[in-house]
């Protein structure tokens, strides 16, 4: 299992979107979410995104679940619990379904969306996905 977590300024400037994608393999959805936050520095708004991530794959029971962020120091503070923790950069052009997720915030300020399936907006993507992996 993969965890992929991104942040990025709202659209209107005055908020931050958290969003993340739990994907088996690179393409079989688990579930996603998105939550619309202050303005915070960027650390603690990377911090969020892998806490409700991380209390999500919780929830779910997973315990074998690697965490892809550009954050190495975030990304430590996992590597005593039982995550298997990977990190990298994943350039915005290969991280378009967790891009794509701060467009699917549809709940109040602070209030967590969870997607148990992917939104119809990002089935198109997931498919590219699942087909540049089988390649």
């Known amino acids: 299992m993969k965890l992929n977590i991104n942040a990025a300024v709202s659209r209107n400037g005055m908020s931050?979107?958290?969003?993340?994608?739990?994907?088996?393999?690179?393409?079989?959805?688990?579930?996603?979410?998105?939550?619309?936050?202050?303005?915070?520095?960027?650390?603690?708004?990377?911090?969020?995104?892998?806490?409700?991530?991380?209390?999500l794959a919780w929830e779910k029971r997973l315990k074998q679940v690697e965490l892809e962020c550009d954050n190495a120091l975030l990304a430590s503070i996992f590597v005593?619990?039982?995550w298997k923790v990977r990190v990298r950069h994943v350039p915005i052009v290969h991280n378009e379904v967790t891009d794509h997720m701060a467009k699917c915030v549809n709940s109040g300020f602070m209030s967590l969306t969870v997607f148990h399936e992917p939104p119809l907006s990002i089935q198109e993507l997931l498919l590219a996905d699942c087909n540049s992996s089988s390649q």
Do not use: Y
């Open 16 to 55: 931050m979107l958290i969003k993340g994608v739990i994907r088996e393999s690179d393409v079989i959805w688990v579930c996603g979410f998105s939550m619309e936050v202050g303005k915070e520095m960027p650390f603690k708004i990377e911090a969020r995104s892998v806490l409700e991530g991380h209390r």
């Open 80 to 82: 005593g619990s039982n």
